[in-house]
């Protein structure tokens, strides 16, 4: 079991930066973690991904350039930094954890959520 808690979401004007973290405590072994979101209306999508076994990321491409996914391994911490925030980020961000047979791309199969954290980008 794994419990994920987001923080760090919140109000910002287009062209702004939000950094968002999540703590994850209980079985901490993954084979990877990342960051989806849900718009009203909208189906979850991924938005960022890490990989644990070699450090590698993925991103959407409606993201890159933009976003970074990293992650403090002595604080069991991943982290979503977001710059040149645009009003089409607005969205409930979560945060997740799949073990080897989950996926931290594919929101059907991940194995763990977050809360989730509301980011409001303003034009």
């Known amino acids: 079991q794994v419990r994920l808690v987001e923080s760090g979401g919140g109000s910002v004007q287009a062209g702004g930066s939000l950094r968002l973290s999540c703590a994850a405590s209980?079985?901490?072994?993954?084979?990877?973690m990342g960051w989806f979101r849900q718009a009203p209306g909208k189906e979850r999508e991924g938005v960022a991904g890490?990989?644990?076994?070699?450090?590698?990321?993925h991103y959407a491409d409606s993201v890159k350039g933009r976003f970074t996914i990293s992650r403090d391994n002595a604080k069991n911490t991943l982290y979503l930094q977001m710059n040149n925030l645009k009003p089409e980020d607005t969205a409930m961000y979560y945060c997740?954890?799949?073990?080897?047979?989950?996926?931290?791309?594919?929101?059907?199969?991940?194995?763990?959520w977050g809360q989730g954290t509301q980011v409001t980008v303003s034009s």
């Open positions: 209980g079985d901490t072994t993954s084979y990877c």
């Open positions: 997740a954890s799949s073990r080897l047979s989950g996926s931290c791309y594919d929101s059907l199969r991940v194995n763990y």
């Open positions: 890490l990989y644990f076994g070699d450090g590698s990321t």
